[in-house]
C-alpha cells in the first residue's frame, strides 16, 4: 500500500503540540505478523468466538482449552519483533514533552520497540497469575496433558494476567489514559476497531475535551466520522510517514 500523504495541518498540529495521547489496538501489531484480536483465532481457533474464550466463565468451563489459547498465542510471540509502527510511537514519546502511550494489545511489542510511558489496559499475556490470589507468578512448569498449572502458592489454577470480557481493567492505568485523554492536543488511534470499552471510550474522551483526532487504520471503525485525519493505510507505514512530515529535519529511523 503506498504511503499515505500527511495534511499539512495535522504535521504542523503534531509537531507544535505539547500534549499527545496514542490509543493502539491489535492492528499495530499486524506487521509485525500477530494476528488482530478477530483473526488470533485462524487455523485451530477458527472454530471458537474470542469473546468466548476471553472471559472467565470460559475459563472455569474449560481452563486447558483457554490456557492452551494463550500459550499457542505465547508461542507466536517468540517469533515476531516490533514493526515500523510500534517504532514510530516511540520516535513521538521522545519528541513531545507529555505523551502517553495507552495499548489494549497484550503482546507487550510496544515495550520491545523503546516505548516507556505505556499503560497496558488489557494486561500482558507474557505474564502469568493465580486465578484465585490474582498474584503474578515468575515462573511455573508447564501442565501436562489436562489442566493449566496450579499457583505454587494455593493450588488454583493459573491464568493469563489479561482483562478478560467482564472484568475491570487496572483501575491506574484507566485513569491514567483518562487523563491524558482529557488534556490531550492530539490524539493517535491505532488499528483498533474501537469496538470495546472502556478503551474506545478514551478517543471520545479526548475529542469531547478538544483534542484532534486521529485514525490510522486502513478500515473505517466507529470512530471514523469522529476523526479529524484518517490516515486510511497499514500503520506501520502511515505511522512514520507522520514522523517525517512532522519532524522532516530528523534522520529516518533504520
Ligand atoms: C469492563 C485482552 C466493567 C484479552 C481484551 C461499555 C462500557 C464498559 C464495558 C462495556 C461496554 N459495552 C460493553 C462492555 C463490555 C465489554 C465490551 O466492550 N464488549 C464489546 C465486545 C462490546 N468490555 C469489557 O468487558 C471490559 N471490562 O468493561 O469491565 C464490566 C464489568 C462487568 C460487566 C461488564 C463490564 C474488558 C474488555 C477487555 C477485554 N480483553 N483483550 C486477550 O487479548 O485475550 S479485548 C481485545 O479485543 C483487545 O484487547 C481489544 O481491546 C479488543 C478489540 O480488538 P482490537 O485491538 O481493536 O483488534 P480488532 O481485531 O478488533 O481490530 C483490529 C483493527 O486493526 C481493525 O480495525 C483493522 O482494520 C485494523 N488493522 C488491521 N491491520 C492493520 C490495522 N490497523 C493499522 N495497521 C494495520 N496494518
Known sequence: MDTPAIAAALARALRRATRVVALTGAGIS???????????????WAKFDPRELATPSAFARNPKLVWDWYAARRETLAHVVPNPGHVALARIEALVPDFLLATQNVDGLHARAGSRLLVELHGNIARVKCSREHRVVAHWAEPGDDLPPRCPHCGAFLRPDVVWFEESLPEDALARADAAARRAEVMLVVGTSAEVWPAAGLAHTAK?????????????????????????????VALPALVAAAWPDLPQAT
Do not use: Q
Open 30 to 44: 499486524a506487521e509485525s505478523g500477530v494476528p488482530t484480536f478477530r483473526d488470533a483465532l485462524t487455523g485451530l
Open 208 to 236: 469531547a475535551a478538544g483534542a484532534r483526532l486521529v485514525e490510522v487504520n486502513p478500515e473505517a471503525t466507529p470512530l471514523s466520522a469522529l476523526a479529524d485525519d484518517v490516515l486510511r493505510a497499514p500503520s506501520g
